[in-house]
């Protein structure tokens, strides 16, 4: 019977666990694959009559928005005021941070945003007001170039 063996041996790298101790090495690998995991959880933290708080867990990615924006788009039409909590986000792709940062220049409260998330949403918030149409003056009316010879 042969043993297999790692093509790269991560004992060998600097940072981590040493292979004498299991358990720190156990604790270490769930910690990277909890921070690395692309789940989203959705949680209501707080829900009145008044305001609902969504509570995101996670990586927000592309393939949660649907649901994401049906929640939002039912709590906004419900009257409420709308906030999400984004203090333990880990990781955002573009799509959702474009999302986000829609969402909150038409009222949704961002709530411990990760500083990360929160550049991004302000430099996604500031290319999309630039990319709104402008009204440009209306120019004269063209006039024919007539013939000077």
């Given at each position: 019977m042969t043993s297999l063996r790692p093509i790269v041996n991560l004992h060998d790298r600097p940072g981590f666990p040493s292979a004498g101790d299991p358990e720190v090495r156990d604790k270490f690998l769930a910690r990277l694959l909890k921070f690395f995991s692309p789940v989203?959880?959705?949680?209501?933290?707080?829900?009145?009559?008044?305001?609902?708080?969504?509570?995101?867990?996670?990586?927000?990615?592309?393939?949660?928005?649907?649901?994401?924006?049906?929640?939002?788009?039912?709590?906004l039409e419900s009257g409420r005021r709308v906030g999400l909590d984004l203090g333990?986000?880990?990781?955002?792709?573009?799509?959702?941070?474009?999302?986000?940062?829609?969402?909150?220049?038409?009222?949704?409260?961002?709530?411990?945003?990760p500083a990360f998330l929160r550049e991004w949403i302000?430099?996604?918030?500031?290319?999309?007001?630039?990319?709104?149409?402008?009204?440009?003056?209306?120019?004269p009316q063209p006039r024919a170039i007539t013939n000077r010879a």
């Open positions: 989203l959880r959705i949680e209501t933290a707080l829900e009145t009559p008044g305001e609902v708080l969504l509570r995101l867990t996670g990586t927000i990615s592309e393939e949660y928005l649907v649901i994401l924006e049906h929640l939002l788009d039912e709590a333990a986000v880990t990781l955002a792709d573009r799509e959702s941070v474009e999302l986000l940062a829609l969402r909150s220049s038409r009222g949704v409260v961002l709530e411990r945003c302000r430099r996604e918030t500031q290319q999309l007001a630039s990319l709104r149409p402008t009204v440009l003056p209306r120019s």
